[in-house]
């Protein structure tokens, strides 16, 4: 039986990995003091020059990335590649961002065992005090403006509500970055793992393949996850079962953020004079 002509699209799609519908990658590195930018098909390309080490980078919901560095300094950049400070105070040696629901950006400082709150326009407040914080250290919002950090040193994750509380939620192998996705929680582990983590901290394998020294998380729009593998310059990337593919290579990476398209896009199969056609429409 000859396999359909959508089969076999789906078959040559899977061999050449893509980001999902247009959304753009980015990579700190630490040597040269960069930001680079990857397209869509894997291809890598400066993006900016950074004054000082960029150790961990997200993104705001307006499609700005902020990049936090070893001079104790948070930045804001545009699309476009312009650059303002963001913050200044508050911070030592920041390894880990995440934004809340309602804008607010949180840090986490490895040499003080903190974690900082700022606001939109950048003012800072104590936020908590956590155990020892891994250099790579993780850090993710759930649904419900529960925040989880990776406590590398004490090989557990904590958990902390909105008010600063914070309780044990599971304990993991050398946990490094983390994201989540689809209600579950996934942590890069330094032994060279993936693990998923339920609403009550159980946890199962999601992968082992193609990690090596994993410093970065994130999930493009279509679910798929992708690793910043600091010690062989890879970013690999998997599919929702955890199956491997090489999807860019660069050197010496430090963190990775993802900006998704702004907006929500349907694909739609159809077919015409015997050819099997693809199309996309973005709503307005």
């Known amino acids: 039986m000859r396999p359909s002509r959508l089969a076999i699209i ?43 080490d960029p150790l961990a980078m997200t993104m705001d919901r307006s499609g700005n990335l902020f990049v936090a560095t070893q001079a104790n300094q948070i930045y804001k950049i545009n699309p476009q590649g312009t650059a303002s400070l963001f913050a200044s105070t ?14 607010n950006l949180f840090v986490a400082n490895e040499l003080n065992n903190s974690i900082e709150k700022f606001d939109s326009l950048g003012n800072g407040t104590l936020f908590a005090n956590t ?16 925040l989880y950090v990776a406590l590398e040193g004490n090989y557990t994750i904590e958990k ?10 599971a304990s993991v192998a050398a946990p490094y970055a983390m994201t989540f996705n689809s209600g579950s929680l996934y942590v890069a582990s330094g032994l060279g793992a993936i693990y998923k983590l339920d609403a009550n901290g159980n946890e199962t394998l999601f992968t082992s393949s193609g990690l090596d020294g994993p410093v970065g998380l994130a999930f493009d729009s279509s679910g798929n996850l992708y690793a910043a593998n600091a010690f062989n310059g890879t970013i690999t990337r998997y599919d929702s079962q955890g199956n491997c593919s090489l999807f860019a290579t660069d050197s010496y990476l430090n963190s990775i953020a993802i900006q998704p398209v702004p907006e929500p ?20």
Do not use: C, H
């Open 10 to 52: 789906l078959a040559l799609a899977a061999m050449f990995p893509r980001l999902a519908n247009g959304d753009t990658l980015y990579i700190g590195k630490f040597q040269p003091w960069e930001i680079d930018r990857v397209d869509a098909s894997g291809n890598v390309s400066l993006f900016l020059y950074e004054s000082s």
């Open 90 to 103: 508050g911070l030592d040696y920041p390894d880990a961002l995440a934004f809340d629901a309602f804008g």
């Open 131 to 146: 155990g020892p914080i891994q250099p790579a250290g993780g850090m993710a919002f759930d649904n419900n403006g529960n």
């Open 160 to 169: 902390f509500n909105s008010q600063g509380s914070g309780s044990l939620f």
């Open 265 to 284: 896009a349907t694909w739609f199969i159809g077919s015409a004079g015997g050819l099997l056609l693809l199309a996309v429409s973005r709503r307005r």
